[in-house]
């Protein structure tokens, strides 16, 4: 089957697609099919571009990038958000140029990636290791964005040093101790200091596990937040007025409030998200990403490619700060395939493009026939499961017209 541009059904991206030739012309050619309807943009151009190609190509590189990110910019929904690709070399740039096409005051967020350590044989250049890079995050309209917050892994949080012994009784009937004084008397010694000399770092660790295993009984008191609602600040003077008495704030939709001694009881397992499937203590997400390992890429989605390839767990973490499931990706510049295949693993719809027919032959396709086979233990699959037989469709691009180079109908598993 052969289809121009212009014949293309409204339903071509109701499947997924990857499709190879110049992101540009291709873009253009669906422009009126995907405008406004993409929830996340990854755009993450080669910046080591051969200068002959960008000679006859574009000439340089704003001249190169500018009309690609303002297709995307188009694709984009008022909700969605854009994530673009910069090494240090091209940063500035970069910037100056996103800022220009989806306006400054859209620009949400600069992200330093470390994505390389300084060992081995890298590390004979006497200048400082440069092992980081940047993603510079728009929006069509910041104030239509929808962000859903993120959380990553963090170590036991030593503040939440009290817990509640009893906490299946009625809250009046509390007691409370230090945490490292009652683990001390479980584990037979006669104080905290003789279980430190005794058991050295063994005990803050286990003091880390106890908490996590007992996370809602686990507590660390705080001042009563003078600026929090009436109902809170009148309980925290009452509760100072009878420091010894354990009292409670119950609130509609959210979780009740204990307070004792003047001071509100703040609950481990307030700190505790998923991740990986694990119940962990958890911090905010902010725009320093040291925690994603860009070490052993190359084996992800079987699928070698020396030109910038990402980390899966990357793209899952983009995609989870804008998307839900069923939502639209595109990445025009799709190199070995990373955002197609976290896409399929997180069950997101895409659209990616890539000008270089190796790439769609060698790494693409494979890649995605895999996955849509529940055939992939590589990257995002080693840490969750992902439910297969999901399909997508292979086009060519040649002189304006979108050709079908045939479907993958994955077999699905039984997760
Ligand atoms: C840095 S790589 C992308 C790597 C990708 N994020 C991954 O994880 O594998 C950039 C890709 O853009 C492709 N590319 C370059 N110019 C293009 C164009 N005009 N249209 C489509 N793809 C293009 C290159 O072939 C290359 O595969």
């Known amino acids: 089957m052969s289809q121009t541009a212009k014949s293309t059904s409204s339903s071509i991206i109701e499947q ?35 200068k002959e190609a960008l000679k006859s190509a574009d000439g340089d590189w704003q001249t190169f990038l500018r009309p690609r990110i303002e297709a995307c910019r188009a694709a984009l929904s008022d909700s969605g958000a854009a994530f673009i690709h910069a090494d240090d070399a091209h940063l500035a740039n970069v910037r100056l140029l996103a800022d220009e096409i989806f306006g400054n005051k859209n620009f949400l967020n600069m992200v330093i990636l470390k994505t390389a350590d300084p060992s081995g044989l890298r590390s004979i250049n ?28 963090a170590g036991y949080d030593s503040a939440y040093r009290s817990i509640v012994l009893n906490p299946e009784a009625p809250y009046g009937k509390w007691k409370t101790d230090s945490l490292p004084r009652h683990l001390a008397k479980m584990m037979g010694y006669r104080s905290v200091r003789q279980a430190r000399e005794k058991m050295g770092l063994n005990f803050e660790q286990h003091m880390a596990d106890y908490a996590l295993k007992n996370a809602a009984a686990v507590f660390q008191s705080t001042r009563v937040n003078q600026r929090a609602g009436s109902a809170v600040v009148k309980l925290g003077q009452a509760s100072h007025k009878k420091p010894k008495t ?8 959210y979780s009740d409030i204990y307070m004792v001694g003047g001071r509100q009881l703040a609950f481990y397992a307030t700190k ?40 899966e767990r990357l793209v899952r973490r983009i995609l989870s700060m804008c998307t839900q499931p069923g939502d639209l990706v595109l990445d025009p510049f799709a190199g070995s395939g990373t955002t197609a295949a976290t ?20 790494l693409i396709v494979p890649r995605l026939t895999r996955v849509v086979n529940g055939l992939d233990d590589t990257g995002l699959s080693k840490v969750m499961e992902y439910p297969s037989g999901g399909s997508f469709k292979r086009l060519n691009y040649k002189g304006g017209t979108l050709v079908d180079a045939g479907q993958v109908m994955g077999s699905a598993n039984t997760v």
């Open 272 to 311: 505790l998200n998923e991740v990986d499937g694990r119940m962990v203590p958890t911090k905010k997400l902010t725009n320093l990403w040291i925690d994603i390992p860009f070490h052993g890429v190359g084996y992800e989605g079987e699928a070698k490619f020396a030109e910038g390839k990402k980390p």
């Open 16 to 50: 997924n697609l990857a499709i190879q030739g110049d992101n540009l012309s291709i873009l253009g050619a669906l422009a009126d099919e995907i405008k406004g309807k993409v929830q996340c943009v990854i755009v993450d151009p080669p910046y080591a571009f051969p």
């Open 126 to 153: 006497p200048l400082p290791f440069n092992q980081t890079e940047y993603l510079l995050i728009y929006t069509k309209d910041r104030k239509s964005f929808t962000y859903y917050p993120q959380f990553v892994e």
């Open 343 to 362: 896409c399929e693993k997180l069950g997101r719809r895409w659209l990616v493009i890539d000008n270089d027919r190796k790439n769609l032959d060698n």
């Open 246 to 253: 354990m009292m409670r704030l119950e609130r509609k939709d």
